[in-house]
């Protein structure tokens, strides 16, 4: 059973480009990260979300948390070549459970 | 911050040969620390993590094993490879001051032959 969907699971677009990928699960989290992952290399921390509604931005990219804290939003606004990469979400569910819960993650190509 | 290291970056081993991989880490003490095996650009599936020395969860049932003799070393072994265990395997750390998440080490690209 998955617990986080990530949609869509590939996306090619051009550079200049914006876009939106989902993270969706029924259970509720206590805190939720983004990661992104290039070819070969560990996947690399981008932020974690923590507070139902909450927004945080980092350059380009715009993270929500659901309301609910079940689900959370990724936004790049003019997305560039160097947007390419795996992007993925996990989820904590609180207490002493010591293990995220990972979703699949999107495959994103921003071509030049 | 903490830096955590992997090695060999590659491994290509016939089947049935033994494996060590190794990963160390710096800048924190008393992490959390976990083996995620990646298939193909996907998801990351959950293989061992340790809460301290000598602690081992294992997550799924396979031929690999997992052990920490030191605070800051963790180490995935196997006494006879198959072929299923062919993939890019990522130790990562949860530093007890952060707040829930996990920093990677670049990975270990193996292939069994």
């Known amino acids: 059973t998955q617990l986080l969907k990530q949609s869509p699971q590939f996306l090619s677009i051009q550079e200049g480009e914006n876009l939106t990928v989902y993270c969706n699960s029924s259970s509720v989290f206590s805190s939720l990260q983004w990661y992104r992952q290039e070819p070969g290399e560990g996947p690399v921390l981008l932020v974690t979300v923590v507070t139902g509604g909450e927004v945080k931005k980092l350059k380009r990219l715009t993270f929500q948390f659901g309301d609910a804290r079940k689900d959370s939003s990724l936004h790049i606004t003019a997305a560039q070549p160097g947007d390419t990469g795996l992007y993925l979400c996990a989820g904590a569910r609180g207490g002493n459970n010591r293990k995220l819960i990972w979703g699949l993650g999107t495959s994103l190509a921003v071509n030049p | 911050s903490q830096t955590i290291h992997q090695w060999p970056a590659t491994l290509v081993q016939p089947v049935g040969s033994p494996l060590s991989l190794e990963c160390t880490v710096e800048g924190t003490s008393n992490p959390n620390l976990y083996w995620y095996r990646q298939a193909a650009g996907r998801g990351l599936q959950l293989l061992f993590y340790?809460?301290?020395?000598?602690?081992i969860s294992s997550e799924v049932p396979q031929n690999l094993s997992a052990s920490r003799p030191q605070d800051r070393q963790f180490i995935l072994s196997s006494k006879k490879l198959l072929l299923s265990d062919s993939g890019f395997y990522l130790c990562a750390c949860h530093p007890p001051s952060s707040y829930n998440e996990q920093f990677f080490g670049p990975g270990t690209r193996l292939t069994v032959l």
């Open positions: 340790s809460v301290g020395i000598g602690q």
